[in-house]
């Protein structure tokens, strides 16, 4: 027998469903199992194209869910392993390098989700006021113990609504919200006139996963470049730039505070969202080349990653310990004086 989902959401919709983005109250079911055979209800709004769960999860289950369970659930880890850790410190310096024409030295860069906290330590040790929060214990521990990174255990809606951030990152968390209408709404009250949020997920356009494999629990929405762009427009943002490609298996958005949301819904976007679900079978997806070659280079990636984690851990913890020093000396010097 399959496990159970951490929390049940194969239910039955009971007509009072809303669309998170459009408000819209029609959908066809997509899927009844999550990537693992367990049972799981999704839905695709027949108004915008979203993509959600038929039954979405209250913030006291989510709010459990992510302090104890997600980390082991989803990556089979409480604490992260070396592997984890030089993989995310690969991203945290892409990051950097992908958003600091966008940005000054200085600026206050804010994490939402930082999970192990690389992204925060890869800005801070360029030279921003760099910061974050983490709901998942064992992951935020790291962060600040091992990183020496600014990363408290908290959640979003914790944080007060002051406009105090020149940049924030929500990299793969915005599926996890069970509402990303209000989650994006309050990013943008922690946002200074003309910052930016920059959005990174699962391009569910694109082929990232075969169809069987394609959902999970703690995926409590799935995007297109369509539906993420529209949601960004609900909650008083544009467009800045879009990083990404249509192929791409992520999207990533860079959005800016503007004045004003506004309610923009493409009529063409649910026939988007239903072809591209439907566009390869289980044999179909894993004979692309496009599949075949990616492939290939990941687990190459992964057998270097086995070879070099280790030594990669061990000099970036160096490194926060140096840089932790460094910054501590003047306040030592001040002290003595």
């Known amino acids: 027998m399959k496990p159970a989902n951490p929390i049940d959401t194969s239910l039955a919709l009971d007509g009072e469903k809303r669309c998170d983005l459009c408000d819209g109250s029609s959908f066809e079911l997509v899927a009844r199992l999550d990537r693992r055979g367990r049972p799981l209800d999704t839905v695709a709004c027949t108004t ?21 369970e997600y980390r082991q659930d989803y990556h089979g880890e409480f604490a992260p392993s070396d592997r984890r850790v030089s993989r995310a410190w690969k991203n945290g310096r892409r990051l950097l390098r992908q958003l600091s024409p966008y940005v000054d030295r200085g600026d206050r860069v804010f994490e939402i989700g930082a999970g192990i906290g690389c992204n925060v330590k890869a800005f801070e040790l360029a030279g921003f006021d760099a910061g974050g929060i983490e709901p998942g214990v064992g992951f935020q521990q790291y962060a600040r113990k091992c990183l020496l990174a600014h990363v408290d255990n908290a959640r979003l809606f914790d944080l007060r ?8 990152l929500l990299i793969h968390v915005i599926e996890h919200f069970n509402s990303p209408r ?6 943008h ?13 699962p391009n569910l356009a694109a082929p990232f996963a075969r169809r069987s494999r394609m959902f999970h629990f703690a995926h409590i929405h799935n995007f297109t470049p369509a539906t993420l762009s529209m949601m960004a427009l609900r909650c008083g943002f544009h467009v800045e730039r879009q990083f990404s490609t249509r192929d791409d298996p992520n999207l990533q958005m860079l959005l800016v505070r503007a004045d004003e949301p506004r309610r923009v819904i493409d009529s063409t976007s ?5 072809l ?3 566009r390869y079978n289980n044999f179909t997806y894993h004979v692309r080349w496009n599949y075949v070659w990616p492939r290939i280079r990941k687990l190459a990636s992964y057998a270097a990653e086995h070879l070099t984690a280790k030594r990669t851990v061990r000099r970036l913890l160096e490194r926060c310990r140096s840089h932790a020093e460094l910054a501590a000396t003047p306040a030592r010097i001040h002290r003595a004086a």
């Open 48 to 68: 915008c194209g979203l993509v959600a769960h038929a039954a979405i999860p209250s913030d006291e289950q989510l709010d459990r869910y992510y302090a104890d």
């Open 161 to 168: 609504p002051t406009a105090e951030h020149d940049l924030v």
């Open 182 to 187: 209000k989650a994006l709404a309050h990013m």
């Open 189 to 201: 009250s922690l946002l200074r006139p003309g910052g930016r949020l920059y959005v990174e997920c």
């Open 270 to 274: 649910y026939d988007q969202t239903m």
């Open 276 to 278: 591209a679900l439907r």
